[in-house]
């Protein structure tokens, strides 16, 4: 009976917003409500050879290689009520299926096969409020945060247990238009592991306890709540964002139950700067808090780049320089001196190493990809532009751990060297009509000593098309 409830508010629910805009422009009028709706549906096939253990583990249902097919369908409705007031529903699926390699995690399947369903979602729900007492824009509901908060260092998805299933955030947001040339950010946010604010459509079958708590799937690592004030400023050619992030982290997996709480304070700036055909800029964290059982928390963390331009050359080519630097713990010391990437666990500078970082930061972090911590890394990148249709780009990343490790599995990790290795990687992207793109995407890496002499190289490798509708 329970499902059944769920399903139809679920069916309710985007009928109210992308069926019925007919009957809202007759009862509005057409200069007064503006409606629109639509659907996205991308596939990929990602192969992974020895991301995640780099073959010095056993392989098991997580650390296995993979090659496997993702279909991700999205629809989507909105009302806007004289670009005053308006309602945004996006309801979001991502099958897969696992077929073509090894990986299996749904081999307890009744019916034998390596088919995962995934649940259907509410992916966004929200509703805006714009110009508020002249000066106040309020979104209230679940929405995305990409391309909001500078590049996403701190805040781009919410839900990185799904990865790239869906990025929202279950949040209050206030922007405060303070001046011409600066406004504010007031915002609150509230992620649990599982979703238990609207509801979803379950898959028929619960994968492994890592991927689903009660039949529903794990979208973060802990019970996440924070505030978050974020300025932004520019005079002229210079952009100043400020910002103050109060985070708490509750009842952390790891491997097993962990009730501990952590609460976390970071403040930290973005700068940008750009001169004819020139950019540079970066961006500096610092952080510090307390665990419930009296340890502290501290971490530093940013980057630094510098990228031109050329328009009028051949293939429009753009280079970038770039620097990156997160804390990493030391040993011997009372304190946990770790980045924390509070809601930035994403492919931000690559998509191969989040996999591989899984063994290296699950105490920190649980068995969810991409907690971005004790890293260095050195990258040169450059792109041309064979056309405005297509584009490649190439990089090369070098990538180094501040800190050794100690204690985690000599079969990976040498827990002795700093060295991480070398990354290459490379996009090729094509633009075949105004609804239809796609891209081509590959990154190599040959592990250094921070790993075991056991360490293989590892590739990542991933196709996608995508239409909009």
């Not at 050195?378 to 990538?399: C, D, I, M, R, W």
Request: avoid cysteine.
């Amino acid at each position: 009976m329970k499902k059944h409830l769920v399903r139809f508010f679920l069916f309710l629910a985007v009928g109210l917003v992308i069926s019925s805009t007919a009957y809202a422009e007759h009862l509005f009028g057409p200069d007064e409500l503006d409606t629109s709706y639509g659907a996205v549906f991308r596939v990929r096939q990602e192969v992974w050879d020895n991301v995640v253990t780099l073959d010095t583990l056993a392989p098991t249902t997580s650390g296995a290689d993979r090659n496997f097919l993702r279909l991700k369908t999205s629809l989507f409705g909105k009302l806007d009520y004289d670009k005053k007031a308006a309602l945004f529903l996006k309801v979001t699926n991502e099958m897969k299926w696992y077929g073509l390699g090894p990986y299996d995690s749904f081999k307890n399947n009744p019916n034998g096969d390596k088919f995962d369903p995934d649940e259907i979602i509410v992916d966004n729900l929200y509703f805006d409020a714009k110009n508020l007492l002249g000066a106040v824009d309020v979104r209230i509901g679940r929405q995305d945060f990409i391309g909001t908060y500078g590049e996403g260092f701190l805040l781009m998805d919410g839900t990185p247990g799904d990865g790239s299933r869906s990025f929202y955030f279950n949040a209050a947001k206030a922007n405060v238009k303070v001046s011409q040339n600066f406004n504010f950010d007031l915002t609150y946010i509230t992620d649990p592991k599982t979703d238990i604010y609207l509801p979803s459509i379950h898959p028929s079958v619960t994968g492994t306890t890592f991927q689903f708590v009660n039949n529903k799937k794990v979208l973060t690592a802990s019970n996440e709540q924070a505030v978050v004030v974020y300025g932004r400023g520019k005079i002229d050619k210079l952009t100043v964002e400020p910002y103050y992030v109060y985070k708490t982290e509750k009842g952390l997996s790891a491997g097993g139950i962990d009730p501990t709480r952590l609460d976390l304070n970071t403040f930290g700036a973005r700068i940008l700067y750009s001169i004819d055909k020139w950019n540079m800029g970066g961006e500096l964290a610092y952080q510090f808090g307390e665990y419930d059982d009296g340890r502290d928390r501290t971490g530093a963390g940013g980057y630094v780049f510098v990228g031109r331009k050329y328009d009028t050359v051949m293939w429009k080519p753009e280079f970038e320089l770039r620097y990156v630097y997160l804390s990493g713990d030391k040993s011997g010391t009372d304190k946990v001196e770790t980045w924390d990437p509070l809601f930035s666990r994403n492919p931000y500078w690559n998509e191969l190493i989040i996999y591989t970082l899984i063994p290296e930061t699950s105490k920190y972090g649980g068995s969810i990809p991409g907690y971005w911590t004790n890293m260095e890394i050195f990258k040169v990148s450059g792109k041309a532009n064979f056309s405005p249709e297509t584009s490649l780009a190439l990089s090369y990343q070098y990538l180094w751990a501040p800190q050794s490790t100690a204690g985690l599995p000599s079969a990976m990790f040498s827990n002795s060297g700093h060295s991480r290795g070398h990354l290459p990687t490379a996009v090729l992207s094509h633009k075949f009509s105004k609804n239809v793109d796609g891209y081509l995407q590959f990154e190599y890496f040959a592990p250094e000593n921070f790993y075991s002499s056991q360490a293989d190289d590892a590739i990542f490798f991933r196709w996608q098309l995508q239409v909009k509708l």
